[in-house]
């Protein structure tokens, strides 16, 4: 697991740009901000997902679990946030809480957050703020597409010392932020220490659900049906019913009486995934199903869910779960009865 340590004052952001000229339709800057408007458009729709995720049973359980587990607070949050994600949360650090309402402190943690994120893209990893306090985030993808992160800690590694809280202090007060010093030194002096073994095994527990998380991520996608067109509905009823055969997108389309551009583009719109980046993800989670039968080979699995070689099956099966089929029968079969 990698980690860093935010810079004491952390460079701040540049702001009141220049305006510059509009692109014109045909230009690569057009096409750029056509592309970034479609990431705009991603990212609101995997907000949408890490809110469906967070209401789920599953993650509620292991919020609960993991707190009363280790002692550390723990949040889920969208690539993009602009908020402190461990806020409010049970178990936040004394000290972050009360930091937390100024906003000049406030400012310099969201900022640590983002360094956090960047740094947590490929892998979990652990920052140290400026006041001595670490964090760990640890990616959770929908298939290969970062979709947010589960975050914890806002401890010391080690007992803080009254040095380094006078080097806080004098931190603060060059800021400018108005603080209770003894409430402050109350606060900082009573945040959780655990060791950096604990830490990591803490990190190492959310790793783990990330991966499951993905997994619900897959089927959340499948199964999202919240006051879509009734043409959307009927087409993916048609789907499921012969998502085994070399079904085509047009086929669809015909089934539900619309042309197929406009089933494309319909499709996309309410659903978020294209007709057949769908039709794959609902391929693998019958899949998985099958797979906890040690009797079936990965071959006979792969055909009898619709795909017509091996090796699309394999690629496509750990582009959407982030595992090989292999792997993922590994973790579910008891060693001795895979076929």
Avoid at 15 to 43: F, I, W, Y
Avoid at 69 to 98: D, F, I, N
Avoid at 128 to 146: H, I, K, Q, Y
Avoid at 269 to 284: C, E, G, H, S
């Amino acid at each position: 697991m990698s980690e860093t340590t935010v810079p004491l004052f952390p460079t701040p952001r540049i702001a009141n740009r220049p305006a510059v000229p509009q692109p014109s339709a045909a230009s690569p800057v057009a096409r750029t901000v056509s592309a970034s408007c479609e990431t705009k458009a991603c990212s609101r729709s995997d907000n949408s997902l890490v809110e469906a995720l967070t209401r789920s049973t599953v993650y509620q359980e292991y919020e609960r679990a993991f707190t009363d587990t280790t002692g550390m607070p723990v949040s889920l949050r969208p690539v993009e946030s602009w908020q402190l994600p461990l806020h409010g949360k049970r178990h936040e650090a004394p000290y972050c809480a009360y930091m937390s309402q100024k906003s000049r402190a406030c400012s310099s943690c969201l900022q640590m957050q983002e360094r956090l994120s960047q740094a947590a893209v490929d892998g979990p990893h652990t920052a140290v703020c400026p006041a001595g306090l670490s964090e760990t985030a640890v990616p959770v993808r929908l298939g290969d597409r970062l979709v947010g992160f589960l975050q914890t800690g806002q401890v010391f590694r080690k007992k803080p010392t009254e040095k380094q809280f006078e080097n806080t202090a004098a931190m603060v007060d060059g800021w400018g932020v108005d603080v209770d010093r003894s409430q402050m030194k109350e606060a900082y002096f009573g945040t959780r220490v655990v060791s950096q073994k604990q830490q990591d095994s803490a990190a190492t527990l959310l790793k783990i659900f990330a991966q499951h998380l993905s997994m619900l991520s897959n089927q959340l996608v499948v199964q999202q049906g919240n006051a879509e067109p009734p043409v959307i509905t009927k087409a993916k009823q048609y789907i499921k019913d012969h998502q085994t055969e070399e079904l085509r997108l047009g086929q669809v389309a015909k089934a539900v009486n619309t042309s197929s551009f406009y089933f494309c583009k319909m499709f996309k719109k309410v659903t978020k995934v294209n007709f057949t980046d769908y039709l794959a993800r609902l391929r693998i989670e019958k899949a998985k199903d099958l797979l906890l039968n040690p009797n079936l080979r990965i071959s006979e699995i792969a055909y009898e869910v619709g795909f017509q070689s091996l090796t699309h099956f394999n690629r496509v099966f750990k582009r959407v779960l982030g595992q090989a089929p292999t792997e993922y029968r590994t973790r579910l079969v008891p060693a001795g009865h895979h076929a």
